[in-house]
């Protein structure tokens, strides 16, 4: 049994029905799929700290997963089974946010995939859903010093980069980071997810893929 980590922030306590529903369904499917899902709901405001706590506590709890979920975010359960089964140590599901899928994939004649599993290697994704394994939780915990926060301690895998947070996202911040441990990020473009305020519009990260590749 694979336990794994979701962490979410809700700085107003609250989460969106499309994502309560998404969560419970993928809970009543996970023991089949050999998966024990911990869920934890976090109040900070500060996205860079979300990361840093999550990191921290699957650290602490030796536990094999953690995966990122933004509380507006709705998707399919096996989607989220497949992402916490997948043999990459960090992968991401493609959100739709309305616009465009929040991820940046870099040149598309040279996209480096894997012929295997057809998950796909990207430059960076949101942290609105994406995975880290065990591998990349001790790296990370391991390369980064401690701070207190909260009154616990917590490794500061994020802090020291405050310089560039005017330029650079916290998901780019995050892909840097597993850069400099040695790690790639990928996305199976068989996977989608939605922010529940853009629910209906569910477009096809896939068939956009195609596309560009024409």
């Not at 917590?154 to 310089?163: L, R, S």
């Not at 790690?183 to 209906?200: C, D, M, Q, T």
């Amino acid at each position: 049994m694979r336990n794994i980590l979701i962490v979410t922030p809700t700085p107003d306590e609250n989460v969106s029905a499309y994502y309560s529903s998404s969560l419970a369904q993928s809970v009543k499917i996970s023991e089949r799929n050999n998966i024990n899902l911990l869920s934890v709901f976090l109040r900070d405001n500060s996205e860079h700290m979300v990361v840093n706590l999550g990191i921290t506590l699957a650290h602490d709890e030796k536990l094999d997963g953690v995966v990122f979920i933004n509380r507006e975010v709705s998707w399919d359960p096996e989607n989220l089974m497949s992402l916490c089964s997948t043999g990459k140590d960090a992968a991401a599901i493609p959100v739709f946010d309305g616009n465009s899928f929040t991820l940046e994939l870099g040149e598309i004649p040279r996209l480096e995939e894997d012929d295997n599993t057809g998950e796909i290697k990207v430059q960076s994704a949101s942290t609105d859903f994406v995975y880290l394994s065990s591998r990349v939780i001790s790296k990370l915990c391991e390369t980064h010093p401690e701070i207190s926060y909260g009154g616990r301690t917590v490794k500061a895998i994020m802090q020291g980069a405050e310089c560039f947070n005017q330029y650079f996202s916290t998901s780019d911040l995050l892909a840097y980071r597993l850069r400099e441990a040695g790690f790639g990020l990928w996305v199976n473009p068989l996977h989608n997810a939605y922010k529940a305020s853009r629910i209906l519009q569910t477009p096809s990260f896939s068939e956009g893929l195609k596309k560009l590749r024409e």
